[in-house]
């Protein structure tokens, strides 16, 4: 695969080709070329030979001739599209069920390179690159099985056996759900484009899962936790203090943080502005999660953490870039230090569950609370509220005092008050 110089001789026509990506590892480009203009023509093409990794008789051959270098290298790439497109398709035709699983995510790569998105080739909604990676990883390695099976024999019985064995690794309900859903959705998609031929359901399909749905209580820290997190940080001047600060002030995911340039931090106006998270796919910073920007107010007491961060880091980003983060490893170095400091384990994105719980217990409007961490759907928010109590607190305080009467905090408070009232008869 290549972008190819191609000296020609005029009289006899015979040809002699130079490899671009040769040249280069050779040290010369098409300067070093020896070329005649009197007896010589010379053009560009762009050329691929591919051949299947998993069936050597598979192999397509394309080549575009062009008037220029660049013109070919451009080509060269939508030519390997193509032919891996028709490798992909021809090893599909064995029905084998693994083939319909790269054919799938060859689709929903295609227009990765050209506008960075990705899609499911079978409902058409947009996915992430790391979506996109994760499925086809999670369907290799749950249905290793039937990667050889034709797809067409794969009925309800395989199915059941990987559902089921699911439930013994799976610790939730909703990564079952969600196994189920992929298989569902790339088998469609098979039958769909007419690959899959004599089925009409997929292994999955009417297959429930076993394991109970509960509503099991998120990771949280209490606020003396919380607390205890940041004063302990602080006082052993653990390197990752001021993230975890601005994580719990600011509601931020980790990608937001790790994104978070300086000319964003707006200290004048006592505003953070968010606009772009990290693509640790890609390693270059790219839109939010929801795909607009937002504001995070800074807080008084978060200042002087900004400032510090703001006069000793280099270069663009607030932050420093720990190989830790860069490696995705943030969740395992706040589980060790919470460890070490006897709070309860929590990852990383917990930090953004502690912001909107202890804000909306704090009186902060759930408008503004979702405003500032740029939740999108009361669906997903909702958890936060249940936490923080404040739709509950103090609802039942009128129908017990008509049951119970006063309490002596009720009296205290009364009592409070008139010793006030007295106090300022006697001054007056």
């Not at 089921?164 to 939730?172: K, T, W």
């Amino acid at each position: 695969m290549a972008a190819r110089i191609v000296i020609q001789n005029q009289k006899n026509k015979k040809q002699t080709v130079y490899d671009h990506d040769t040249l280069l590892e050779n040290g010369q480009s098409e300067k070093d070329i020896p070329f005649d203009h009197s007896s010589q023509k010379k053009f560009y093409e762009a050329y691929v030979n591919k051949r299947s990794k998993i069936d050597s008789r598979i192999r397509f051959q394309r080549k575009v001739k062009c008037d220029t270098l660049k013109l070919a290298l451009k080509e060269e790439k939508k030519l390997i599209q193509t032919v891996t497109e028709l490798i992909a398709k021809e090893e599909a035709k064995g029905n084998c069920w693994g083939a319909i699983i790269d054919l799938w995510k060859f689709e929903a790569k295609r227009d990765y390179d050209e506008l960075k998105k990705c899609r499911n080739p079978q409902t058409g909604k947009p996915l992430t690159l790391k979506t996109v990676n994760d499925n086809v990883t999670m369907l290799k390695s749950y249905t290793k099985d039937w990667l050889k099976t034709s797809a067409s024999d794969l009925g309800r019985v395989h199915g059941k056996a990987v559902i089921r064995s699911a439930e013994e690794i799976y610790e939730s309900y909703g990564s079952v759900k969600r196994l189920r859903a992929v298989i569902q959705s790339v088998y469609n998609f098979g039958i769909e484009e007419g690959i899959i031929t004599g089925v009409k359901r997929t292994p999955v399909c009417g297959i429930g899962i076993e394991m109970k749905d509960e509503d099991q209580l998120p990771e949280i820290l209490t606020q003396a936790q919380a607390k205890k997190l940041l004063s302990e940080a602080k006082k052993r001047n653990h390197p990752w203090f001021s993230i975890w600060a601005v994580a719990l002030a600011t509601g931020m995911r980790s990608s937001e943080l790790y994104a978070l340039r300086k000319e964003n931090v707006l200290l004048k106006e006592g505003m953070i502005r968010i606009c772009e998270s990290w693509d640790w796919e890609e390693d270059v910073a790219k839109s939010t999660k929801a795909g607009y920007w937002r504001n995070a107010p800074i807080a008084k007491s978060l200042r002087p953490i900004i400032m510090e961060l703001l006069e000793t880091n280099e270069g663009d980003f607030l932050f420093p870039r720990y190989r830790e983060w860069e490696r995705g490893e943030q969740a395992q170095v706040l589980r060790s230090f919470c460890n070490l400091i006897g709070i309860p384990s929590v990852r990383f994105h917990t930090l953004r569950a502690c912001f909107a719980t202890h804000l909306l217990a704090s009186g902060v409007d759930q408008a503004t609370v979702m405003r500032i961490g740029g939740w999108c759907t009361f669906k997903t928010f909702e958890v936060y509220i249940r936490l923080a109590g404040v739709k509950e607190a103090g609802a039942t305080d009128g129908m017990m005092e008509g049951l119970l009467g006063k309490t002596d905090e009720d009296v205290f408070e009364h009592a409070s008050e008139f010793l006030i009232d007295q106090a300022a008869e006697r001054a007056a």
